[in-house]
């Protein structure tokens, strides 16, 4: 089975503070995602990444950056947290044009 | 960019058959995908297509017609179990990589 493990299902961080969002994959995949994800506003794409050291912004990229040093993790940086980056945010991770996504867990992120 | 609307929202009771709708707008569209996602857990593919017509997997049918931008899913006979939320998602292959949108999700209720 592929795996997509976030590392951490609840995170709480203060305001102005830098945080990590990790997210390693098992399956050799090229593409790898992050998405937040708020009520009634779907899955909105902040970065995506179709390679070691290659990422793309998605369509809400602005505060996040994204890292990409392995094939296998792909991390998600918020460079000073604000209170409405509180959210849901999933990494997902997928092969060619014409596969599935495969989604972690997610983690709750909450800024104070 | 992309943009893909569906409805927020359907209730119906068990054995009935819903439709969800998506229509979409992409600059290089490649494919129309579902996802499932329950209440607290991560989404799920259901299915994919890139032509137009119709693909059924079990009780779950999705379509597409590319002239028309739009696309649905078919859920039949419904089981309680099929109460989550539903999304559509497109690939973009004019964006560098594998740019996966999803729509806002549609929350399905099923009643007794």
């Known amino acids: 089975d592929v795996k997509v493990t976030q590392s951490s299902r609840y995170l709480v961080k203060r305001t102005g503070e830098k945080v990590f969002l990790e997210c390693v994959q098992d399956?050799?995949?090229?593409?790898m995602f992050w998405y937040r994800q708020d009520p009634g506003l779907g899955l909105r794409l902040i970065y995506f990444s179709y390679d070691v050291k290659m990422k793309e912004k998605g369509d809400i990229p602005e505060g996040y950056s994204v890292s990409r040093e392995k094939k296998e993790r792909f991390s998600l940086i918020l460079e000073s947290a604000s209170t409405n980056q509180t959210s849901m945010y999933l990494c997902?991770?997928?092969?060619?044009?014409?596969?599935?996504?495969?989604f972690g867990q997610g983690t709750r992120l909450t800024v104070v | 960019g992309q943009s893909l609307e569906q409805p927020s929202e359907v209730t119906a009771v068990e054995g009935a058959i819903v439709q969800i709708n998506c229509t979409y707008q992409t600059s290089g569209f490649y494919g129309l995908s579902w996802y499932q996602q329950h209440d607290g857990g991560a989404p799920t593919f259901l299915s994919y297509n890139a032509l137009d017509g119709l693909e059924e997997t079990g009780r779950f049918s999705s379509f597409l017609s590319r002239s028309d931008s739009y696309g649905y899913l078919l859920l039949q006979e419904l089981q309680m179990k099929d109460s989550a939320s539903y999304f559509c998602a497109v690939r973009d292959i004019r964006a560098a990589g594998n740019k996966l949108t999803f729509g806002g999700g549609t929350r399905v209720l099923v009643k007794p």
């Open positions: 399956m050799d995949h090229e593409n």
């Open positions: 997902a991770s997928g092969a060619g044009l014409n596969t599935e996504a495969f």
